[in-house]
């Protein structure tokens, strides 16, 4: 839905205001002036079948050129933002299916590929309870996760914001032109999809987060030797670790 800039509302406006905040001038110029309510997002977002939602909506290739790019929409006073991503090739039991581009016989090219929305931010905090019995030797601990949106934190008591995190930081001084060094041999941006997930946490994250992920790219990209979707796969392997494991953020977890 397009609107005049000096026609939205102030609940429009803020909504755009946290847009600013998370994709950055560039990014934000592109979608100031496009505004979704809760039910048009939700038509792009999910499928729905006979008013029953069955899951995410997926996209062909070709279908994709007419989507918005990004998502943004406000409920219940939060705040939600959606991005367009190339979704992650099948699996079956854990293996990874080929997704490879079809060519016919006569020249053709049929892609395998999807597209679909992906939650990049929301303010909506993530809440979580669970009870806890501490032993001597070791700790031991059961959580229940009792409401949460995007990726949740495995612990107790953790209400920290959902916020977009960057598993290789764009924002150190010490750690992101590193970063940025095995980043560029793959035509790739520290602030696009590939290194950023949706998860409970705030404020700085330890030294020793950031000499991790240093290590670990390191070696991947000692590994793909130049090759993106190598590297690619190999980073999820990271992330996955990370988003399994949210203390890794904090510094109690490298002591």
């Given at each position: 839905?397009?609107?005049?800039?000096?026609?939205?509302?102030?609940?429009?406006?803020?909504?755009?205001?946290?847009?600013?905040?998370?994709?950055?001038?560039?990014?934000?110029?592109?979608?100031?002036?496009?505004?979704?309510?809760?039910?048009?997002?939700?038509?792009?977002?999910?499928?729905?079948?006979?008013?029953?939602?069955?899951?995410?909506?997926?996209?062909?290739?070709?279908?994709?050129?007419?989507?918005?790019?990004?998502?943004?929409?406000?409920?219940?006073?939060?705040?939600?933002?959606?991005?367009?991503?190339?979704?992650?090739?099948?699996?079956?039991?854990?293996?990874?299916?080929?997704?490879?581009?079809?060519?016919?016989?006569?020249?053709?090219?049929?892609?395998?590929?999807?597209?679909?929305?992906?939650?990049?931010?929301?303010?909506?905090?993530?809440?979580?309870?669970?009870?806890?019995?501490v032993s001597p030797i070791k700790w031991k601990?059961?959580?229940?996760?009792?409401?949460?949106?995007?990726?949740?934190?495995?612990?107790?008591?953790?209400?920290?914001?959902?916020?977009?995190?960057?598993?290789?930081?764009?924002?150190?001084?010490?750690?992101?032109?590193?970063?940025?060094?095995?980043?560029?041999?793959?035509?790739?941006?520290?602030?696009?999809?590939?290194?950023?997930?949706?998860?409970?946490?705030?404020?700085?994250?330890?030294?020793?987060?950031?000499?991790?992920?240093?290590?670990?790219?390191?070696?991947?990209?000692?590994?793909?030797?130049?090759?993106?979707?190598?590297?690619?796969?190999?980073?999820?392997?990271?992330?996955?670790?990370?988003?399994?494991?949210?203390?890794?953020?904090?510094?109690?977890?490298?002591?």
């Amino acid at each position: 839905m397009l609107k005049n800039p000096g026609e939205l509302t102030a609940e429009e406006n803020q909504i755009l205001e946290y847009a600013k905040i998370v994709l950055g001038e560039d990014e934000y110029k592109k979608i100031k002036e496009t505004i979704f309510t809760y039910e048009e997002a939700w038509k792009y977002i999910k499928c729905n079948v006979l008013g029953i939602d069955v899951g995410f909506k997926t996209y062909f290739p070709n279908e994709i050129s007419n989507l918005p790019k990004q998502i943004v929409y406000k409920k219940d006073g939060y705040t939600y933002i959606y991005d367009l991503i190339q979704c992650p090739p099948p699996t079956f039991y854990g293996v990874e299916l080929p997704n490879d581009d079809i060519v016919t016989k006569d020249g053709g090219v049929i892609s395998n590929k999807l597209y679909g929305y992906k939650l990049v931010y929301t303010n909506e905090p993530v809440v979580l309870t669970g009870t806890v019995s501490v032993s001597p030797i070791k700790w031991k601990g059961k959580a229940k996760i009792i409401k949460g949106r995007g990726s949740a934190t495995k612990g107790v008591g953790n209400t920290k914001p959902n916020q977009v995190h960057h598993f290789a930081t764009n924002k150190s001084k010490k750690y992101t032109q590193q970063f940025e060094n095995v980043a560029n041999k793959y035509g790739l941006d520290l602030d696009d999809v590939w290194n950023k997930q949706l998860m409970p946490h705030q404020g700085r994250h330890p030294y020793a987060y950031h000499e991790y992920v240093l290590r670990e790219m390191t070696k991947y990209d000692n590994i793909a030797r130049g090759d993106k979707d190598k590297f690619l796969k190999l980073y999820e392997q990271l992330k996955n670790k990370v988003m399994n494991n949210p203390d890794m953020l904090t510094k109690d977890y490298w002591k």
